[in-house]
């Protein structure tokens, strides 16, 4: 009689094991430097405020010559982050003798097994852009920044990276999740695309510029059908902070989302 209670309590406690919370940041910092000299030690302040386990940054240099004296943006940010936090720049092009792109970054709690990059080619738009991914533990994470001057283009770089993501989803059967600056709002043909394959996981709120915003242009999203969520506590557009003023840290506001995920 024991055996059979201690079975069911076991039983009972499986979807309690398989459920598990992250909350997602993403957010443009412009360079780091659109209103201040450097404002990423200051960024790093507020995603620790948040409880940040993931993030993703749009509009990074790496070892550029013109804005940052060669300086690695993914790099420095990881290390004002702390111990125990990794991350993935995703290269979009050359970009002052070194590059610019997008980056995904994870905390301690979760393990990075794989990083890359995947490549979304410019077409009829202004530059080529790219989305940076990592594998962890526990699911996918990728950051994104599309064209914002083409539909046809953004559209287009948004079919290849689902496509991409439903892959790696197939591949691994890991929850995936993305998010980034899509330069298209909600009502826009892109959005409208995305929502037959992701769950918009953030609210529509205005996240850009990060005075008086006036659009939604940045999002977080969920693969369908790669898990089972909610959305928990406060989502949406941050613009209050203890530590760090978003109107000064870049032009785009950060975009925070707290996942309960069940698999």
């Not at 990423?40 to 386990?53: G, I, K, L, R, T």
């Not at 529509?204 to 959305?231: A, N, T």
Request: charged fraction near 25%.
């Amino acid at each position: 009689m024991k055996k059979i209670i201690l079975a069911c309590l076991l039983f009972s406690l499986l979807p309690i094991w398989g459920t598990y919370t992250v909350t997602i940041v993403s957010y443009n910092v412009g360079v780091f430097s659109k209103y201040v000299k450097d404002s990423s030690p200051e960024v790093a302040e507020m995603m620790h405020e948040v409880n940040a386990d993931l993030i993703g940054l749009c509009e990074l240099d790496s070892c550029s010559v013109f804005r940052n004296d060669r300086r690695d943006q993914l790099k420095e940010f990881v290390g004002h982050m702390g111990d125990g936090w990794t991350g993935h720049f995703g290269k979009a092009m050359g970009f002052g003798g070194g590059g610019y792109g997008v980056g995904a970054v994870a905390g301690p709690r979760l393990k990075v097994q794989r990083s890359w990059t995947i490549a979304l080619p410019k077409l009829d738009g202004s530059e080529p852009r790219a989305a940076a991914v990592l594998e962890t533990d526990r699911l996918i994470f990728a950051c994104c920044h599309l064209d914002y001057t083409k539909g046809e283009a953004r559209l287009k770089q948004a079919e290849i990276l689902t496509r991409e993501l439903r892959e790696c989803f197939r591949n691994t059967q890991k929850p995936v999740i993305l998010c980034g600056d899509f330069n298209a709002k909600p009502d826009n043909p892109t959005m409208e695309y995305l929502r037959k394959y992701w769950d918009i996981v953030s609210p529509y709120d205005l996240s850009f510029p990060s005075v008086k915003p006036d659009r939604c242009i940045d999002y977080i999203m969920v693969l369908k059908g790669s898990c089972r969520h909610r959305v928990v506590g406060r989502a949406g557009v941050r613009s209050k902070f203890k530590f760090g003023d978003p109107a000064t840290a870049s032009d785009h506001l950060p975009v925070v989302v707290k996942l309960r995920i069940h698999q």
